[in-house]
């Protein structure tokens, strides 16, 4: 049998009251559970939702999260206080921390991401109602057969493990998110899992303890959910500032965690995995054999793999070259006695030298230069630059640099406004963007510009000067064109040093 008919068959005899505020969405919603349930309800807003509940009991409820007069997560806190046990689903597009939050609090069954994917929500219903034709078999055998205790019991523990189940179903959600804001913090976590199971394996941990610094290792980094977006996906090296707030994603990390009984020793484990041995990690500032056991592992998981892993601004390390640093740092950064095993643990380990933070596809590049474009022309700008001619030093892609310089733009400027001056610049930018768009094309030093090109190509300084500056006698275009290797041009610095030299 399918999915879809054992969805059917469960659904068969059961309610549902489902209430969203968007009429076409709750029109094609309604369709689908009608060929599903025996009767399905509808109310516009959660006040609506909540009156109609109060009249009569449904099976299960579903609800979007704004709505007006009153919102879902209030409509689901009054339902929850009257009737605890009621199975709840929440479909919305809402996805920010404090959401996923609300429904641990409340105990919600299950949380879709809208637009609406029905493969995922039959198998979010299929779980849920599974357990709801459950609970109503569990309470006709107590009202008619005393002899079932002992199934009843065990349907109780099925049912505990379902909620456990529910709570790690949640915790993944937030780390798939994390994942999906930025790659390579979720690659990161799966190694760190990886590793501190293998150096408790290597100090002799048993199966259970192994699989219980895995899971630590997969949620340590959950608290980067309240980190914005603005500081997580940057690419580039974090100011002094940014680097004390991605610092709170401990904290938060760990009292996202401590809030659910089952989690608290995790929540432990994860909350300090930033400290030192010396005593100068944070948050607490812990030394030695105060920082827990587990934790102790983990720092050196962790720092392992940040090692081995490129980065925008920083190459990695070798295994060995990674493997002397943790030894070097040992009862300073790390606990000499972890080392010992880690070292053993981690020299066999195989390490993929192509992670990094190198955007890999269209999207990500995408949300990769976002941090390198320039507001005004929609080049990318000097701090891209800068990457890229310190990486082209050892890939080589890039052979020519042209270098377009605007000149009298200051006087410019005085005579016209700064905001004509920023509109031609837009419109330099733009032009460049469309008739050389297979190259990178940088905004230089406010009103120059510069393309890379890994071949020779030419371009027409009096086609851009007809175009944008014909009617303005005192400004005018130069060209120039640099061999990268000849030049020796592999910062930004080489460059602006042979123009003050030329």
């Not at 390579?184 to 799966?190: E, P, R």
């Amino acid at each position: 049998m399918t999915l879809l008919k054992k969805l059917k068959h469960l659904c068969a005899d059961l309610s549902v009251l489902y209430v969203e505020d968007d009429d076409r969405l709750r029109e094609m919603v309604v369709n689908y559970l009608l060929k599903l349930f025996k009767e399905v309800v509808i109310a516009e807003d959660g006040q609506q939702g909540l009156d109609i509940f109060r009249k009569r009991a449904f099976d299960l409820v579903m609800t979007d999260i704004q709505m007006p007069n009153m919102n879902g997560i209030q409509m689901i806190d009054a339902i929850k206080s009257e009737h605890p046990e009621q199975e709840v689903i929440i479909l919305t597009a809402f996805s920010e921390a404090s959401y996923f939050m609300d429904a641990i609090r409340l105990d919600v069954s299950g949380y879709l991401i809208k637009p609406v994917d029905f493969e995922s929500l039959n198998t979010t219903l299929h779980r849920i109602v599974d357990k709801i034709v459950a609970m109503q078999e569990n309470r006709l055998y107590k009202q008619k057969l005393e002899e079932l205790v002992e199934l009843e019991v065990a349907k109780n523990g099925v049912l505990e493990r379902e909620k456990i189940y529910n709570y790690e179903q949640t915790l993944l959600a937030l780390v798939e998110m994390i994942e999906k804001r930025d790659t390579y913090t979720g690659g990161h976590s799966q190694r760190v899992a990886s590793y501190c199971k293998a150096i408790a394996q290597k100090m002799g941990c048993n199966d259970e303890e192994s699989e219980f610094i895995y899971r630590a290792g997969i949620l340590h980094d959950i608290g980067k959910i309240i980190t914005p977006d603005a500081i997580l996906l940057k690419p580039g090296q974090l100011k002094q500032s940014e680097y004390k707030l991605i610092q709170q994603h401990v904290v938060a990390g760990k009292q996202l965690l401590e809030k659910i009984p089952m989690y608290n020793e995790l929540a432990l484990v994860i909350g300090s995995h930033h400290e030192r041995y010396d005593g100068s990690g944070y948050p607490n500032g812990l030394e030695g054999d105060a920082i827990p056991f587990y934790s102790r592992i983990m720092i050196i998981a962790d720092a392992f793999d940040a090692m081995t892993t490129n980065r925008i601004y920083k190459a990695r390390l070798t295994q060995a070259e990674a493997l002397r640093e943790i030894e070097n740092n040992s009862a300073k950064q790390f606990d000499p006695f972890v080392v010992k095993y880690a070292i053993e643990a981690l020299r066999d380990i195989e390490i993929n030298p192509n992670i990094g933070q190198t955007p890999s596809g269209e999207i990500e590049q995408e949300r990769f230069a976002y941090f390198y474009k320039d507001q005004i022309t929609g080049l990318y700008n000097q701090i891209y630059l800068d990457l890229i001619l310190t990486q082209n030093a050892s890939s080589k892609i890039y052979k020519y640099l042209y270098f377009i310089s605007m000149h009298n733009f200051t006087q410019f400027n005085t005579f016209h406004g700064w905001q004509e001056g920023d509109l031609l610049l837009g419109m330099i930018g733009k032009y460049l963007l469309e008739s050389y768009d297979t190259y990178l094309i940088f905004r230089f030093e406010g009103d120059d510009f510069i393309i890379l090109s890994a071949e020779d190509i030419e371009i027409s300084i009096e086609i851009i000067k007809n175009l944008f500056i014909k009617k303005e006698d005192t400004l005018f275009l130069s060209l120039d064109t640099y061999d990268i290797e000849e030049r020796k041009i592999f910062s930004l610095m080489d460059f602006e040093n042979m123009l003050q030299n030329r």
